[in-house]
């Protein structure tokens, strides 16, 4: 399967500070997902790009599906931004002559953000 | 509003006890998921389905089961034959990907099990 890697895996921030988070995939794939899971687990998705670029708010998202990496900006980092930040890429798996997309997480990169 | 409902949130188990999650979304979705998080790790699939009566292993089956009885629920039972269940349990769901691609997850806020 698709191996997906997250750097770096931790990140201490100073409020205010800018940070970029990346996304590295081993195969092509159709889509990715950005997603932030806050402190209570909910996992919040962020993202949806498989190619290009998309900005909502402080957070931006730039995915180069031919160079198969993909990368999340946060700008002006707040303490709410603490949390784990996911990378997950649909990957189509066969089975019994059909098939289906299946999500592969990377290991997420930990943010904290300290006022 | 539309969304995910898992429940209960905590859940304690005894040593070979089984034990069912419960997974309802009212989205509409054809496709639901179940995905184990342990600490400091991303999250590995169980279990899939992308329609009713219906599912598939994922990644880590082994110790689990199962049903799609209706659309909108996907319950996921642990059984005593996991060997260490105690972890963080999110589902899923979206709607049914085609070949061009698949679409965006939504996720519930997850079960925490303990087992005592």
């Known amino acids: 399967g698709i191996q997906v890697e997250q750097s770096p895996p931790d990140l201490i921030l100073q409020e205010g500070a800018n940070s970029t988070l990346r996304c590295n995939f081993s195969d092509s794939v159709n889509n990715l997902q950005w997603f932030h899971q806050n402190p209570w687990g909910q996992l919040i998705n962020l993202f949806y790009i498989p190619s290009g670029t998309k900005q909502n708010g402080r957070l931006s998202a730039t995915t180069v599906a031919t160079e198969r990496y993909s990368l999340l900006y946060i700008s002006s980092s707040q303490t709410t931004d603490s949390g784990v930040y996911f990378c997950a890429v649909h990957e189509w798996i066969r089975y019994s002559g059909a098939g289906s997309y299946q999500l592969t997480f990377g290991k997420g990169t930990k943010l904290s953000v300290i006022p | 509003d539309g969304g995910i409902t898992q429940s209960p949130k905590y859940l304690f188990r005894k040593e070979g006890q089984n034990v069912t999650l419960s997974c309802e979304q009212n989205?509409?979705?054809?496709?639901m998921y179940w995905y184990r998080q342990d600490p400091g790790q991303g999250l590995r699939l169980i279990y899939y389905s992308q329609i009713v009566n219906d599912f598939q292993k994922g990644d880590i089956a082994e110790g689990y089961s199962v049903s799609r009885e209706k659309k909108e629920s996907f319950p996921l039972t642990v059984t005593s034959a996991q060997k260490n269940p105690t972890a963080f349990y999110l589902c899923?769901?979206?709607?049914?990907?085609?070949?061009?691609?698949?679409?965006?997850?939504?996720f519930g806020s997850g079960t925490r099990l303990t087992v005592v």
């Open positions: 989205l509409n979705h054809d496709a």
């Open positions: 899923a769901s979206s709607r049914r990907g085609g070949t061009d691609g698949g679409y965006g997850y939504t």
